[in-house]
T-cell receptor, first 110, second 113 residues
């Protein structure tokens, strides 16, 4: 079945770039998303990319999509303490439902 | 303001009781979803609905039931058949096929004692 995978943890130094990676199995996914979740809260959409795009940039966020390898990444430039959160990769699958990865917990070192 | 509202934020129930979680949206979205979140397991899809009076099982539907009598409402009932109901439940909505994003509520933390 459809699957989305992410590593569980990432630790970066404040001011460095963070790169969160995601792989998925459904090659017909049309939309791919990155969501952010802060403690005890719902999910906030950070950005999304259409499957016919390779890259999307939005201020400090850069999304790269390698459709051939079914690999999606989120780069956060100049990582700040406020970026500490869980980041979810998600895809809109051919079965008309949204499938989420397990989330990557990003922690920031001073 | 448009949005999606879940209530209550915290819910406590005794084991063996059914409990219903509320989800309402005023975004005029056709599709609505229920997810369960457990630590380290991400979000797992319980049920989803693409249109009024229709819904489909997700990956972990056993022990749960839903209804979609109105476009703006998609309540989730956690029945006594659900073996491990304590979790954080998230509701979301989106446009139908070809959606661009799903909007999430703030979640309901259910604790069964």
């Amino acid at each position: 079945g459809e699957d989305v995978e992410q590593s569980l943890f990432l630790s970066v130094r404040e001011g460095d770039s963070s790169v969160i990676n995601c792989t998925y199995t459904d090659s017909s996914s049309t939309y791919l998303y990155w969501y952010k979740q802060e403690p005890g809260a719902g999910l906030q959409l950070l950005t999304y990319i259409f499957s016919n795009m390779d890259m999307k940039q939005d201020q400090r966020l850069t999304v790269l999509l390698n459709k051939k390898d079914k690999h999606l990444s989120l780069r956060i430039a100049d990582t700040q303490t406020g970026d500490s959160a869980i980041y979810f990769c998600a895809v809109y699958s051919s079965a008309s439902k949204i499938i989420f990865g397990s989330g990557t917990r990003l922690s920031i070192r001073p | 303001d448009g949005g999606i509202t879940q209530s209550p934020k915290y819910l406590f129930r005794k084991e063996g009781q059914n409990v219903t979680l509320s989800c309402e949206q005023n975004l005029n979205h056709d599709a609505m979803y229920w997810y369960r979140q457990d630590p380290g397991q991400g979000l797992r899809l319980i049920y989803y609905s693409q249109i009024v009076n229709d819904f489909q099982k997700g990956d972990i539907a056993e022990g749960y039931s839903v209804s979609r009598e109105k476009k703006e409402s998609f309540p989730l009932t956690v029945t006594s058949a659900q073996k491990n109901p304590t979790a954080f439940y998230l509701c979301a909505s989106s446009w139908d096929r070809g959606n661009t994003e799903a909007f999430f509520g703030q979640g309901t933390r259910l604790t069964v004692v």
